[in-house]
């Protein structure tokens, strides 16, 4: 049998209620929509972390984060990981990486200060090209947090009056911006290796939806603030949490950077003007896929990092907060030949994802991968059931720095089934327990009610026996004692 392309599309920071075809009433999303109409739709598909380092190297080792030791971002991925397109690529495949893969720390913070001159502009500021082979990838053409330097080159060159305008995250025309430029490097990727007729992994992916979102402004203010929806906020919701989810919301205030509701509306805009323009992007790699006559020889995968918190709790951004908007990412599959297009509720998690496009190639699994192959469930396997659980970890997230707290004074562990959460804290003290079918939004925390304390210690239990089984892997044992 021919070997299958693989095309892994990776957005950041995208909510599942931010996709028409997960059930949004006002974001007009139809070619990622058309997409999943004939694809395999997860609803129940889990990030391991909560910040894009950690989460996009699990997405690539199949192993989670205090395994493979992306335990925050600006921890950068190991050499010797052994990751998804090096195996591949071992395997005959061309692999390229477009727009952000964030395996290092290439991009600096720019320090608040700098950040609100508005005359700065740091040429510096840039991801520099890579030596290739980089992390298993033959071709790269990187766009982080940062811009790229081949995107800042290509801007020089073809477009010089936007250069300014690109670094500054102001508006540029469609054909300038950065998500266009990166997914014409996919495309043209793909376009040689189909003339080869060479078997490819492509990777393309955007650092944005992260708000505010610097829109292309044809795309720009196309959806009003006022019809934006906000969620719902509770007044007790803070005090049944644990103290630092106060001392997060207060460290925002306190800086001026947590938005009322008229800015929030503004932003959640910009998000969904982005999300609309991102739509498009993906269009066109299906389109050209389509073209090409190498869709039904090519295996798609859209998927996002992390979600985002949109003040859902009074919380601002991602990181490190665990409830459901910042964990619960899409999940979209066309694997040609294989399966009923539809929806499917069955719990899996990042780290099965290398696993599972290994199998649909045809390649056996690696020594090392946590991750389990969901290839029965994308073949309508009757007897494939999914997880019953999903791991998830957040350590000393560098993001509280800017809410003026310690890093080192939160490090969370947490299980979910389909019917209940539990969030383990490191050093004791108050935790959290949500159950899920009556109180999906997570509003009510009954870690310490006396009547929950049965379903308490049984998730705990459930939590170390998914720590037990989620440790490093063993060597092979090369002989039988």
């Not at 998927?303 to 990181?319: A, F, I, K, V």
Request: overall charge negative; aromatic content about 10%; glycine content about 8%.
């Amino acid at each position: 049998m021919k070997p299958r392309n693989v095309v892994l599309f990776i957005t950041d920071g995208h909510r599942v209620d931010t996709l028409g075809c997960y059930g949004n009433p006002i974001l007009q999303t139809p070619r990622i929509d058309a997409f999943a109409a004939e694809g395999i739709r997860f609803t129940h598909s889990f990030c391991a972390h909560t910040v894009c380092m950690p989460t996009r190297a699990t997405i690539y080792t199949g192993r989670y984060p205090h395994i493979h030791g992306v335990w925050a971002n600006g921890v950068e991925l190991r050499q010797s990981e052994v990751t998804l397109p090096a195996v591949l690529a071992e395997h005959g495949y061309a692999t390229c990486a477009a727009g952000k893969l964030h395996f290092e720390a290439q991009q600096r913070y720019a320090s608040q200060e700098i950040a609100a001159r508005p005359d700065s502009v740091h040429p510096g500021q840039t991801v520099p090209l890579v030596d290739t082979p980089y992390y298993g990838f033959e071709e790269v053409h990187l766009t982080e947090n940062f811009l790229g330097q081949e995107y800042v080159d290509f801007l020089t060159d073809e477009f010089p009056e936007f250069v300014d305008r690109a670094y500054r995250r102001q508006a540029v025309p469609e054909a300038a911006h950065e998500l266009t430029w990166t997914t014409t490097q996919a495309i043209d990727f793909m376009e040689r290796q189909a003339a080869a007729d060479r078997p490819f992994f492509c990777h393309c992916s955007f650092h944005e939806l992260i708000p505010p979102c610097h829109v292309p402004e044809e795309f720009a203010g196309h959806y009003a603030p006022g019809d934006m929806p906000v969620p719902e906020l509770r007044e007790d919701d803070l005090a049944g949490k644990p103290d630092w989810y106060r001392q997060c919301y207060e460290g925002y205030v306190s800086r001026g950077t947590q938005p009322d509701e008229t800015e929030l509306r503004r932003i959640v805009a910009t998000y969904y003007d982005q999300a609309r323009f991102l739509d498009r992007q993906f269009g066109r790699v299906v389109d050209s896929l389509k073209t090409l006559g190498i869709w039904e020889e090519t295996i798609v995968l859209f998927t996002s990092d992390h979600g985002l918190s949109l003040n859902d709790h009074w919380q601002w951004r991602h990181g490190p907060f665990l409830f459901d908007q910042v964990i619960n990412v899409p999940m979209i599959w066309h694997v040609p030949g294989m399966g009923t297009p539809g929806t499917t509720d069955a719990i899996v998690e990042q780290v099965d994802i290398m696993p599972t496009v290994l199998d649909l190639c045809g390649i056996g699994p690696e020594p090392g991968v946590q991750g389990c192959s969901i290839a029965p469930l994308l073949a309508d396997d009757d007897s494939a059931t999914g997880r019953e659980s999903v791991l998830i970890q957040e350590r000393e997230a560098p993001d509280l720095t800017a809410r003026g707290m310690d890093p080192t004074s939160v490090s969370q562990l947490g299980v979910r089934t389909r019917e209940w959460k539990l969030i383990q804290y490191a050093g004791g003290g108050r935790g959290e327990l949500y159950d899920l079918r009556n109180d999906p939004g997570e509003f009510v925390n009954l870690w310490g009610d006396p009547g929950y304390v049965r379903q308490r210690i049984a998730m705990e239990g459930l939590l170390l026996d998914r720590l037990a089984g989620a440790q490093d892997p063993l060597p092979v044992r090369e002989f039988d004692w």
